[in-house]
């Protein structure tokens, strides 16, 4: 797994936004995905779900 620093053409996304302390991000990870999931499914996306580009990223000045 790298770690990188992009930018990327804006496009649409389904995603999860909370406010969240360090020690609270595993229990939001586990919630986010599987919201962010059922968000893809509800779109009907005829994406291949086993071919999903994933990725956790976090904002940086």
Do not use: C, K, Y
Request: net charge negative.
């Amino acid at each position: 797994m790298d770690i990188e620093r992009a930018e990327r053409t804006p496009q649409p996304i389904v995603g999860v936004h909370e406010v969240v302390a360090m020690n609270d991000l595993s229990a939001f990870f586990d919630r986010a995905l599987a919201t962010a999931a059922a968000g893809l499914v509800a779109q009907d996306t005829e994406a291949d779900p086993a071919r999903w580009q994933t990725r956790i990223v976090f904002p940086v000045a």
